[in-house]
């Protein structure tokens, strides 16, 4: 067989293809789509290992769309992070993928979503956030911005929910954000974060067609390219490669990740430390002031213990124990219980 075409585990990128789409044509969650199809390709996840979790909305549609021979699950509204929670604990090996929207986080799975973030159990969250409710015609979602227009006019008087914000804030050791319009940031993004062991929230703003990408709107494709602040530009360097790099004293930070892979952030506008969480805030904050959105790795920590380590679970999936590794003997359960 050619090797020519396929990646480091001898794969050919369509194997991390899916369903055809149907989505509104030009939607971001398809850009998005593409995005992941490239990262998980390069990245040289093994179908078999990977958990495609949802809920409801347009962007729960998405794992239809990419690696078609992975494990999947459409779960309630809101309640994604539930199943996430259940399919790491039973199967620590899978790389565990979420993918949600702006109301299936921020507004009826608010309470999971916390929830899953200080555990920091180790999944990659993604927020396709497009401010909007498309599925039942373009309400604003919690995510909207104050004083942001509805086609029709209708002005947003509630101020946004910053899913970014609130991650730092819970304790996240992993958060970015991003724009599906761009791809040379949001790769990765996303492999950077596929390689964090913990929860890895990527917040990425992803325009509706339909709905929410016209003047007045702050989700559109043109405000948020007219308005964007990127904090860097990211390079991510996998562990089986060699490391080399060029740069000039203070232009570029190494983050290294527990598997041996890198990301380098190569700074732009000014010095930034994305393992500062009150830095991290701060410039959430100072952007959002500013009517700006700041894209980039906002926030890392690579020492915070994931949810399977922090409960001391067998490097043994769950799943493949035998009643025999599950029934504990009477005298070691008699000194386990007495007092």
Partial sequence: MSTTNVNIIGLARDVYKGLPTTLCAGCGHNSITNHLVKALYEFGVDPHRLAKMSGIGCSSKTPAYFVERAHGFNGLHGRMPSAATGAKLANRDLLVLGISGDGDTASIGLGQFCHMVRRN??????????????????????????????????????????????????GASFVARSFSGDGKQLVPLLQAAFAHRGTAVLDIVSPCVTFNDHVGSTKSYAYVKEHEFALHTPDFIMSSKEIEIDYEPGTVQDIVFDDGSHVLLRKLEREYDPTSRVGALQIVNE?????????????????????????????????????????????????LTSP
Wanted: charged residues 25%; contains cysteine.
């Fill in 121 to 170: 159990l180790d999944c990659t969250y993604l927020i396709e956030n497009n401010g909007c409710y498309g599925l039942t015609k373009g309400q604003f979602s919690a995510t909207a911005d104050a004083g942001s227009k509805q086609k029709n006019g209708t002005v947003n008087d509630y101020g946004a929910i910053d899913l970014c914000g609130l991650a730092i804030e819970l």
């Fill in 287 to 335: 952007t959002r002031d500013r009517g700006e959105l700041v894209t980039g790795l906002l926030f890392v920590d690579t020492t915070a213990e994931d949810l399977c380590a922090r409960e001391d679970l067998t490097q043994t999936p769950l799943a493949q124990l035998n009643e025999n590794d599950l029934r504990i003997a009477r005298d070691d359960w008699t000194k």
